[in-house]
């Protein structure tokens, strides 16, 4: 014999809400300042990314060590 589905109390839900809400809040909170700095005006000293097209893995890692200290992005693109 099986038994019944139970529900969850009004304090469980309650619980499960506001669980909900604070961990949203506090979410927002952390990163509101990331926010902020990024969307503040770009430095004089920064200059825009370009894509560079590579031939070959020599070429990637003469760019890649090229750049040391600097945040990098490889991006790998396949049309399968």
């Known amino acids: 014999m099986?038994?019944?589905a139970r529900?969850?109390?009004m304090s469980a839900v309650f619980m499960r809400r506001f669980m909900a809400v604070l961990?949203?809040?506090l979410?927002?909170?952390t990163t509101a300042p990331l926010w902020r700095a990024s969307?503040?005006?770009?430095s004089s000293s920064t200059r825009a990314a370009t894509l560079?097209?590579?031939h070959g893995p020599r070429d990637l890692r003469e760019r890649f060590n090229g750049d040391l200290g600097k945040s990098r992005v490889v991006l790998l693109v396949s049309p399968t």
């Open 52 to 54: 560079v097209d590579l």
């Open 23 to 25: 961990v949203a809040s």
């Open 27 to 29: 979410s927002l909170a």
């Open 39 to 42: 969307a503040a005006e770009p």
């Open 7 to 9: 529900t969850p109390t």
């Open 2 to 4: 099986t038994q019944p």
